[in-house]
């Protein structure tokens, strides 16, 4: 009985704990003049696209913190593990890479301010103005 | 391309996928206690017998992508199979070339894409069984070594791509596979909806234990003609592959037919296909898969043959009928229900129940339990 408890508990408190949503911010490079839709988004981080709308070549970065699995839901519209095992059908045959991963807020600013080319996703809450904000979810 | 403007050196990223697999078979000894045969019930069930085996699924394999600059990059993919003794085997190796970001254009040892799973038939993890069935994919080779073109045309909610491929298989125990030509049109909707179609062809020699004698025997008895035929030699096989993908909200369903059109040979046209459904349920998947196997065997090939003549003839005409032509044919059905659990962000566990029947109502059950990942 106890050891029920203690799971239902947990599961409860993970509940709770993801219905706190995190907004997500999609960010460029304040030089990139760009109109990014999400379906362009989407296309970039799937490596369907290459370019953005204006013709400039596009390289998207991926965090492995907790707002990559809000981004994959709402911009992608898959679960991390869908995102996942589209990449390995790719990856293991030779015909894409899947995006660098960073591991944080910081770090994701910190490179797409440097570089126009890139395009990569925060939590909204982190936004400073080194970047350019395209999309909000 | 590289994050940093100025990095000069060449990236090299390692990636890795594996499999742990528990299996036991249960069933007729006909079909468990099987050592020997020519169809996807060879050797067991799928390889397994009637002990729990955790070596004959597992496997693990680790691949080093290297970016070697100005859209030039190698590919090299080391596997190690726990049916092979773990001896580590070059799975890939090939030079990748971005003509233009839609075109790649690769050289070197590399997979043939024969079948809708057939790319990353390996990786467990990017789909629901813990491994394809084995009815439709066991082609006799899985890679060559020659050149591959791989082109995506990118339309507003839509793709097309076409991969091509040229070259040769090594040879091994008495297995030549040659001329291999051949490629698959893949058609993908909004995301949701993949269509398929594949020919590939290439040129077979290899000879099957115990027909040998029988060849001779028509040959001896002034019927090379009948041997000819029936004999795999320098005989072009064709591959075709007919596949639909739907992946929709929860839903996943997928139906597949993959004829080979195997000339006169003894072997029979090969005509497997199955349809699959599944469902998502938060982070598990269960799902149920149909097929039959059927192998037509040219039968006509003895119809020239006189029959009530000659007592030896007519003895050596049943015997090839009975051990290589319709005896051998078969339309049997296979089951499979299983579920996934994708418990962790790179790793899932998998559990699956398959039953299969022969050509003369023996049937087996297979019984497996995985855990698959990527890394």
Not at chain 1, 109 to 123: E, H
Not at chain 2, 87 to 109: C, K, M, N, Q
Request: proline share 4%; aromatic share 12%; glycine share 8%.
């Amino acid at each position: 009985m106890k050891k029920i408890i203690n799971v239902l508990t947990i599961v409860l408190v993970s509940v709770l704990n993801q219905a706190v949503l995190a907004e997500v911010a999609i960010i460029v490079h304040p030089d990139n003049a760009a109109s990014i839709s999400k379906t362009d988004v989407s296309k970039i981080f799937l490596g369907k696209a290459k370019k953005f709308p204006g013709g400039e070549t596009a390289i998207p970065v991926t965090q492995n913190s907790g707002v990559k699995d809000e981004f994959n839901d709402k911009v992608l519209n898959k679960s991390s593990s869908q995102v996942k095992a589209f990449w390995s059908k790719l990856v293991f045959t030779g015909k894409g890479s899947p995006p660098k991963e960073l591991s944080s807020d910081a770090e994701v600013i910190s490179m797409v301010s440097k570089n126009p080319n890139l395009i990569g996703f925060i939590d909204a809450s982190a936004v400073d103005d080194s970047v350019k904000v395209i999309l909000k979810k | 391309m590289s994050l940093i403007a100025s990095e000069a050196m060449a990236e090299i990223r390692f990636s890795g996928f594996g499999s742990v697999v528990g299996a036991i078979a249960a069933g007729d000894d006909e079909i468990v206690d099987n050592e020997a045969g020519i169809t996807a019930t060879d050797a067991g069930v799928n390889g397994y017998h009637g002990d729990l085996s955790f070596e004959t699924g597992s496997f693990f394999a680790i691949q080093a992508d290297a970016d070697l600059g100005d859209n030039l990059g190698a590919t090299l993919q080391i596997m190690s199979r726990g049916k092979d003794d773990w001896e580590p085997e070059f799975s890939w190796a090939f030079l990748s070339y971005d003509v233009t970001d839609d075109w790649r254009i690769l050289a070197g040892r590399q997979r043939v894409p024969f079948y809708l799973y057939s790319d990353y038939l390996d990786v467990s993890y990017a789909y629901h069984w813990i491994s394809a069935p084995a009815q439709i994919y066991a082609p006799p080779f899985s890679s060559i070594d020659g050149l591959g073109s791989i082109y995506t045309h990118n339309f507003e909610n839509s793709s097309l791509t076409g991969h091509f491929v040229i070259g040769q298989d090594t040879p091994s125990e008495g297995f030549q596979f040659e001329n291999i030509l051949g490629g698959a049109l893949t058609f993908n909707y909004n995301d949701w909806l993949t269509l398929r179609v594949g020919r590939f062809q290439f040129d077979s020699t290899f000879e099957v234990e115990g027909t040998g004698p029988v060849f001779d025997g028509w040959r001896a008895a002034g019927f090379s003609d009948v041997a000819d035929r029936l004999e795999v030699n320098d005989d072009e096989f064709i591959i075709y592959d007919y596949a639909m993908q739907i992946d929709y909200n929860d839903w996943m369903f997928i139906a597949e037919y993959s004829p080979i059109d195997v000339g006169d040979t003894f072997i029979g046209h090969l005509k497997p296909w199955m349809v699959s459904v599944g469902k998502r349920i938060d982070n598990v998947m269960l799902h149920a898969t149909y097929g039959r196997y059927k192998i037509e065997t040219p039968n006509y090939v003895l119809n020239d043959v006189p029959t009530g003549i000659n007592p030896a003839l007519d003895g050596l005409a049943q015997a090839t009928q009975q051990g290589l032509l319709s005896g051998t044919a078969e339309d049997t059905p296979y089951y499979i229900v299983g579920a996934r659990w994708d418990f962790h962000d790179s790793a899932a566990l998998k559990f699956q129940y398959s039953a299969i029947e022969d050509n003369k109502n023996n049937s087996a059950n297979l019984f497996q339990i995985a855990l698959v990942t990527v890394f």
